[in-house]
C-alpha cells in the first residue's frame, strides 16, 4: 500500500512539541482566562507540551518583545497566542504578529474563517484576523480570544498539523 506524501510526512514529524500560550488581554487574569485554559488544556490532551503560559497587555511592543524572547528560547518550538485579532482600536495582535513573520501560512486564517463561517459564526468571520507563520525555526499561530475560536483553531487546524509543520520547518535546518 502507497502512502501519499501528506502522510508520509506526518509520519516522520516528531512526536511532541513544546508549546508556549500566550493571551493578549488588557483585562484577563489568571483565573479569568479561560481561553488561555482551554488552549493549554486542548494542547495537552492532543499530545503537546506546555512550557510556558502568560497573559500580556494588548500592547505592539509588548507583544512583540515576548515573541523575540519565546523565539530565542530553545524549550519552545512553537507560540501560539489568544486574543487581540479584531478590528477595535486597542487590537494590535495581528500587526504585531503579521510583521514579525518570516514565513506566512495563509492557509491558517484561511481555513479558521471558513470553519467559523460554516459552523460557528457566519458572517461574521470576516471580522476575524487570525494569522500564523514562521519566525526561525518556531511555528506561531495567533487566533481569537474566545473559548469557542481557541476550541475550533487548536482542534480544527493547530492540533491536526502543529506535528507536520515542525516536520518541515526541521527539515534542512
Same mark, same amino acid.
Given at each position: 500500500?502507497?502512502?501519499?506524501?501528506?502522510? #508520509?510526512?506526518?509520519?516522520?514529524?516528531?512526536?511532541?512539541?513544546?508549546? !508556549?500560550?500566550?493571551?493578549?488581554?488588557?483585562? *484577563?487574569?489568571?483565573?479569568?482566562?479561560?481561553?488561555?485554559?482551554? !488552549?493549554?488544556?486542548?494542547?495537552?490532551?492532543?499530545?503537546?507540551?506546555?512550557?510556558?503560559?502568560?497573559?500580556?497587555?494588548? #500592547?505592539?511592543?509588548?507583544?512583540?518583545?515576548?515573541?523575540?524572547?519565546?523565539?530565542?528560547?530553545?524549550?519552545?518550538?512553537?507560540?501560539?497566542?489568544?486574543?487581540?485579532?479584531?478590528?477595535?482600536?486597542?487590537?494590535?495582535?495581528?500587526?504585531?504578529?503579521?510583521?514579525?513573520?518570516?514565513?506566512?501560512?495563509?492557509?491558517?486564517?484561511?481555513?479558521?474563517?471558513?470553519?467559523?463561517?460554516? #459552523?460557528?459564526?457566519?458572517?461574521?468571520?470576516?471580522?476575524?484576523?487570525?494569522?500564523?507563520?514562521?519566525?526561525?525555526?518556531?511555528?506561531?499561530?495567533?487566533?481569537?480570544?474566545?473559548?469557542?475560536?481557541?476550541?475550533?483553531?487548536?482542534?480544527?487546524?493547530?492540533?491536526?498539523?502543529?506535528?507536520?509543520? !515542525? *516536520? #518541515?520547518?526541521?527539515?534542512?535546518?
Amino acid at each position: 500500500m502507497f502512502m501519499n506524501s501528506v502522510e #508520509e510526512h506526518k509520519q516522520e514529524a516528531p512526536s511532541s512539541v513544546n508549546c !508556549m500560550v500566550i493571551t493578549v488581554s488588557d483585562t *484577563r487574569t489568571l483565573d479569568t482566562d479561560t481561553g488561555g485554559q482551554l !488552549m493549554q488544556e486542548l494542547l495537552l490532551t492532543n499530545g503537546y507540551a506546555v512550557v510556558d503560559y502568560i497573559i500580556i497587555p494588548d #500592547e505592539t511592543a509588548t507583544i512583540q518583545s515576548v515573541i523575540h524572547q519565546a523565539v530565542m528560547r530553545d524549550d519552545i518550538e512553537a507560540i501560539l497566542l489568544t486574543g487581540g485579532t479584531g478590528i477595535s482600536p486597542r487590537d494590535n495582535t495581528y500587526e504585531a504578529v503579521h510583521s514579525l513573520l518570516d514565513k506566512e501560512l495563509p492557509g491558517f486564517g484561511e481555513i479558521f474563517r471558513y470553519l467559523s463561517f460554516t #459552523e460557528d459564526i457566519g458572517t461574521a468571520a470576516i471580522l476575524s484576523r487570525a494569522v500564523a507563520g514562521t519566525i526561525g525555526s518556531k511555528a506561531v499561530f495567533s487566533m481569537p480570544g474566545s473559548r469557542g475560536a481557541v476550541k475550533l483553531a487548536i482542534t480544527r487546524i493547530i492540533a491536526p498539523e502543529l506535528r507536520h509543520i !515542525m *516536520r #518541515e520547518i526541521y527539515k534542512n535546518s
